[in-house]
C-alpha cells in the first residue's frame, strides 16, 4: 500500500505556470505505475498524465501536452507536475494516482491509491 500526499497548488494567473509535487509513502514507490488527474467545478474526474514505473513512457491528454510535465524520481519517492501556459480551463482540484499495474492508464478506475488533492485556481 502507499500513501500520497499532493502540494504546491494555488492561484495563478493565465500563462503562468505552477509545479505540483506528489510525496509517496513507503520504499515500493519504484513499483508504481503513477498518475495526475483532475476535477474542476461541475465535472467528473479527468486524465492528466501518467508514467511508467522506470520513467520509459509518459502519457498525457491533448488538452495539457505541450504545456504540462510529468516527472518522478525514484529514489525521492516523488512525482512531479510542471504546468506552464496555464489556462483558465485548468482550474480543478489535482489528485496524484498509483496502480501497481504494469499498463499505464488513463482511467480513474485503473488506479488503486489517491492522494487528498490540490487545488489549482487559474484566474484572468
Known amino acids: 500500500q502507499v500513501q500520497l500526499v499532493e502540494s504546491g497548488g494555488g492561484l495563478v494567473q493565465a500563462g503562468g505556470s505552477l509545479r505540483l509535487s506528489c510525496a509517496a509513502s513507503g520504499r515500493t514507490f519504484s513499483t508504481y505505475t503513477m498518475g495526475w488527474f483532475r476535477q474542476g467545478p461541475g465535472k467528473e474526474r479527468e486524465f492528466v498524465a501518467c508514467?511508467?514505473?522506470?520513467?520509459?513512457?509518459?502519457k498525457y491528454s491533448d488538452s495539457v501536452k505541450g504545456r504540462f510535465t510529468i516527472s518522478r524520481d525514484n529514489a525521492k519517492n516523488t512525482l512531479s507536475l510542471q504546468m506552464n501556459s496555464l489556462e483558465l480551463e485548468d482550474t480543478a482540484v489535482y489528485y496524484c494516482?498509483?496502480?501497481?499495474?504494469?499498463?499505464?492508464?488513463?482511467?480513474?478506475?485503473?488506479?488503486?491509491?489517491w492522494g487528498q488533492g490540490t487545488q489549482v485556481t487559474v484566474s484572468s
Open positions: 494516482a498509483a496502480t501497481p499495474a504494469l499498463v499505464i492508464g488513463s482511467s480513474p478506475h485503473e488506479y488503486n491509491f
Open positions: 508514467i511508467s514505473r522506470n520513467d520509459v513512457i509518459r
